[in-house]
């Protein structure tokens, strides 16, 4: 069985590090070791993964972890006097200090080693916390010799983010931006008119096989979808969900109405994790009390654009789609149920690409 794990989320992190970050325009996560903000680039950008936040392996190097890189054997160590995690950068498989092996894999993006946040930070004595602050998200690794508890160093911090957010936003225009003619004028079209959305497409898992067909039409398109799944469906389609862990695509779950949505979605994170390794914080909740769903710690969907009512099942119905996202800005996130043809998506997927569109996956940021 642990072999069967460690081959699942293997895989998972040597196909995710060759996905693109679907991040929401604009949002950012700040990263913080004790008092201390660290650089905003895109380098070393937070991303979530499995359930879990990734931050670069170095955020506990500066915590004060030892930190050991061989390039030639491809290893990472973090260690303290006690215990240590030893991971193999080239697969992302990693071990603790008894030789058993982590839950959690390492990722490689852009020569950037990032590990699970929460998870590392507990294992090494130190306490990670993820706070909404202006511009997106601050993280914060906290070791002993913290001063600051989270809800003042908030505070204290604002004008170190802002500094630094200005300072991103400066350099990552000035890579975006060509050097002009000093004679020719900068026209700008209008955002909603502009090519290449961000499409966040969302879909109701119930049937296994319906799955299948969604899946090898996105993957055929080098697209990335959510797929939401209610708890009967959990429990016959574990060939599909791991699937589409290792694809890079995002897994959902479909909260209930009932009294105790929470309680429903941890009983189903395990049988996620017991088929695919992975937990999600992602939810479809119609009916739900969302409310008590974020205060539990959940991601609830609020899509720009609810198709479920009509699906996607022909091609007038998928250029349709294509319009109503082109007459919104930025980045559009869409919630098909359903009701979903392999055709109608082909179609749909096929019109995207050629326009430019971005196909990414749920994050809980853009959720």
């Known amino acids: 069985m642990k072999k069967r794990f460690a081959a699942t989320v293997l895989a998972v992190a040597m196909l995710l590090s060759l996905c693109p970050a679907a991040v929401a325009e604009d949002s950012v996560y700040f990263t913080a070791v004790d008092e201390r903000v660290l650089d905003l680039n895109d380098s070393t ?10 931050v670069a392996a170095t955020v506990f190097r500066e915590s004060g972890v030892g930190y050991s890189y061989n390039i030639v054997n491809q290893t ?52 990670y916390s993820n706070t909404r602050v202006n511009h997106g998200y601050l993280i914060r690794v906290r070791s002993s010799s913290a001063v600051l508890p989270d809800s003042m ?39 909603e008119n502009s090519p290449g959305k961000s499409i966040y497409l969302c879909f109701l898992a119930e049937d296994a096989e ?19 799944f209610t708890e009967e469906a959990l429990s016959r389609c574990g060939d599909q969900l791991r699937r589409l862990a290792a694809s890079g695509c995002a ?36 009916g739900a009390d969302i409310p008590a769903l974020q205060s539990a710690g959940y991601c609830p969907l609020t899509p720009r654009i609810d198709r479920s009512r009509y699906g996607l ?34 179609t749909f997927l096929s019109s995207a690409v050629t326009e430019g569109d971005r196909l990414l996956s749920m994050t809980e940021i853009a959720s």
């Open 210 to 228: 319906m799955v299948s067909e969604w899946l090898d039409a996105m993957e055929n398109r080098s697209g990335h979808a959510a797929f939401y």
């Open 251 to 286: 897994i959902g779950l479909v909260a209930s109405s009932g009294d105790h949505p929470a309680e429903q979605l941890d009983r189903m994170n395990r049988i996620l994790f017991a088929a695919a390794g992975v937990k999600t914080r992602l939810v479809y909740a119609a």
């Open 76 to 127: 990472l160590v973090l260690y303290d006097s006690s215990r240590s995690l030893v991971y193999d950068v080239s697969t992302g498989s990693g071990t603790d200090g008894q030789g058993e092996v982590y839950d959690h894999v390492c990722v490689t993006r852009g020569g950037v080693t990032f590990v699970a946040a929460s998870p590392v930070a507990s294992y090494f004595g130190r306490t």
């Open 153 to 191: 160093f908030t505070e204290t911090a604002a004008y170190q983010m802002e500094t630094k957010y200005q300072q991103y936003q400066k350099n990552t225009n000035a890579v975006q931006t060509p050097d002009q003619d000093p004679g020719e004028s900068e026209t700008t079209e209008p955002a």
């Open 45 to 54: 950008m937070p991303f979530w993964f499995g359930g879990y936040l990734y």
């Open 313 to 346: 099942t022909t091609s007038g119905g998928a250029a349709s789609l294509l319009k109503q996202i082109r007459s919104r800005r930025s980045a559009v996130s869409v919630w098909l149920g359903s009701s979903v043809t392999a055709g109608a998506l082909r």
